[in-house]
């Protein structure tokens, strides 16, 4: 698998698509204005109606002179968010989106209302092909990368429909953001930007399945993001029976990789690791898990399994899944069982894309 999203100047996706005009740093912007015969701070103009008032259509920009609208309309692709579906948790308020994208295809995102402020879990891909066996977004395979902007609006269009602020970001939707890495760096900076919606780098996470070389990338871009590990198994050998992508990469040079990015100054590493009833919540993991993890600044998350109907896989009872957490935390280990949101509605990453993707196929 390589690991490239696909560079150039914002538009990255498909190739028969446009440029779209939302990936655009400010001075690709300024590269494109010029282009378009106009002067450069019109390209600081059109940041500020994208990026801080958040304008969906051309229209809303009151001082953009006609004339480039009409350049731009023709050079590059801007198109305003579709929501497709929105489901509200009347347990926590939890709200799920699907996004239409312009071509057609949907994402999901998810906001998360929190004290501390709000979290969106961003995709990064339609679809994705990294295989895991639990997971419900990865059923359908990869379609392709999402761009940066893509990205961004999911975040703005979830502000705009909430009426809040987004405080936090998780890449942890559909996808895998090393496999998309160009464009998920280009979000990071632009989302953290002061120009943009200047969220901390420390509340962004980004998750990832382990692809070491876009582990040892990211150390490199200097930023301050934290990063996650999908674990979800203490061996390579069970490793391997769930993620595909274990195959490639063994556990020992995965926690090498992360060990580098730790020692650069980052912060505590966080391991995900959903917990499936007979599979990889015995004792016998948990103390595996805790020799694996000795010696690191580690937080496990553990994710009772969320059913998905296809995997057949199933959550641990609740004492099961407390048991294996004592056991972690007799070893000093920080542990927090995830905080089970929007249950009740179709829970699962990837669920909703799929479910409305199949209705499409079959209009
Ligand atoms: N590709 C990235 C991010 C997307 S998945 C990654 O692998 O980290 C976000 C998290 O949800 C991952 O830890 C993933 O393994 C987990 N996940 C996927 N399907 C799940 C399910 N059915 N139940 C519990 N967790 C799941």
């Known amino acids: 698998m ?51 008032k958040r304008a969906y ?16 309309a023709a050079a590059v692709s801007f198109d305003p968010p579709v929501i497709r579906e929105r489901q509200v948790s009347a347990a926590d308020g939890t709200r799920k989106y699907l996004f239409r994208l312009g071509d ?40 392709r990368n999402l761009t940066a902007g893509e990205m961004l609006l999911q975040v703005y269009a979830i502000e705009r429909d909430t009426g809040s602020r987004v405080s936090n970001i998780v890449m942890m939707g559909t996808g895998e953001p090393l496999d998309n890495y160009d464009s998920s760096v280009r979000f990071i900076r632009m989302i953290s930007g002061p120009d943009g919606l200047n969220i901390s780098e420390r509340n962004i996470t980004l998750s990832t399945c382990g692809l070491v070389p876009g582990i040892r990338r990211l150390k490199d871009e200097h930023l301050m993001i ?10 390579d050998s069970l490793r391997r029976t769930l993620m595909p992508v274990a ?88 542990v927090t069982i995830r905080r089970e949101m929007g249950r009740d509605i179709d829970g699962a990453c990837g669920q909703l894309r799929k479910r409305c993707t199949e209705m499409d196929s079959r209009l």
């Open 2 to 52: 390589t690991e490239t999203g696909g560079a150039g100047s914002g538009g990255e996706a498909a190739k028969d698509r446009l440029p779209d005009l939302r990936s655009f740093t400010k001075p690709e912007l300024e590269d494109l204005v010029r282009e378009l015969g106009e002067p450069a701070y019109r390209a600081g103009q059109l940041y500020e109606w994208i990026h801080r």
């Open 247 to 334: 195959r490639k990469y063994a556990l020992a040079e995965i926690m090498d990789a992360l060990r580098d990015y730790y020692s650069a100054g980052r912060r505590r590493l966080t391991f995900e690791y959903s917990l499936i009833r007979g599979v990889n919540d015995g004792a016998e993991e948990a103390e595996e898990l805790a020799s694996l993890l000795r010696g690191y600044n580690a937080l496990v998350n553990l994710i009772p399994v969320n059913p998905v109907t296809e995997t057949g896989f199933r959550e641990p009872t609740s004492a099961g899944a407390s048991a294996f957490k004592k056991k972690l935390e007799n070893h000093g280990i920080h």
């Open 104 to 143: 057609g295809n949907y994402v999901e995102s998810v906001f998360m209302p929190y004290h501390h402020g709000n979290s969106v879990c961003v995709s990064t891909q339609v679809g994705c092909r990294m295989g895991c066996s639990f997971c419900a977004s990865t059923l359908l395979g990869l379609t």
């Open 226 to 235: 934290n990063l996650a590990l999908s674990l979800h198994a203490p061996t």
């Open 57 to 72: 259509t051309y229209d809303e920009m009151t001082n953009v002179p006609r004339r480039l609208k009409e350049r731009l």
